[in-house]
């Protein structure tokens, strides 16, 4: 089938949404490279605006956390996941790409405010680092694909799974923890993430529902 004079051919709009989706990714991660320079040069001052949980004060870190790490190493370990898990959110479009991200960044951020000091040896803890939006990533890609049915999605969910299944490890509860990994942030960022997934592939859904009736016989009348 020809497309119409003047209209983009298929293949030209699926690389400009590749393109964007790139470039969103990278000025992100390139952003958080930012504010930690930014807070190296300032003494580590904005890492105070974390996540503290059940502090009134601490409500506010839900929106700075993310964009917060402790050190360049903990950006570091962070960099090659967000790059890789956030590019392929965009794929299945950037309106849910900004969605899935607003729901996992509110919702994760807010769960882990309400739980964050679970299984810490009685000391107030400060959450930060951009982990809870890739365990959040992480979730939406497995669980998007197999409610949309659509192939490319399912090889993906598989795919990051291979590759990325091993930081399932980081939802497990750990208790009597002194500070270290935010084992709270990874779970309510991915639960996050499958509410996230659960949302966003309502179309795909009823869409398949409505066929699923339509193919249904109908019932013969009776008199």
């Known amino acids: ?12 709009e699926k690389r400009s949404a590749w393109k964007v989706g790139a470039t969103t990714i990278v000025t992100f991660v ?3 490279y930012v504010i930690e320079l930014i807070d190296v040069l300032s003494g580590h001052r904005l890492e105070r605006n974390g996540i503290r949980p059940l502090e009134a004060d601490g409500l506010r870190g839900i929106i700075f956390a993310p964009l917060l790490h402790a050190n360049w190493g903990h950006l570091v370990a962070n960099t090659v996941p ?6 392929l959110v965009t794929l299945a479009g950037m309106s849910r790409f900004v969605w899935a991200t607003a729901i996992i960044w509110i919702v994760g951020g807010f769960g882990t405010w309400l739980l964050g000091n679970i299984g810490q040896c009685n000391l107030a803890t400060n959450h930060i680092g951009a982990s809870g939006l890739i365990f959040g990533w992480f979730a939406f890609l497995l669980v998007f694909g197999w409610l949309t049915r659509h192939i490319w999605q399912i090889v993906a969910s598989v795919a ?3 590759v990325y299944g091993g930081i399932l490890w980081g939802v497990v509860p ?9 084992w709270q942030g990874h779970l309510c960022g991915a639960v996050a993430g499958v509410l996230a997934a659960y949302w966003l592939s309502a179309p795909e859904r009823q869409a398949r529902q409505k066929r699923k ?11």
Do not use: E, K, Y
Not at 2 to 9: E, I, L, R
Not at 174 to 182: E, L, Y
């Open 1 to 12: 089938m020809n497309s119409a004079p003047g209209s983009p051919a298929p293949q030209q």
């Open 82 to 87: 967000a790059l890789v898990l956030g590019f």
């Open 30 to 32: 390139a952003l958080l």
């Open 174 to 182: 750990v208790f009597r923890q002194c500070g270290g990994v935010s």
């Open 213 to 223: 009736q339509g193919a249904l016989p109908r019932p013969f009348p009776t008199t």
């Open 160 to 162: 990051v799974f291979v």
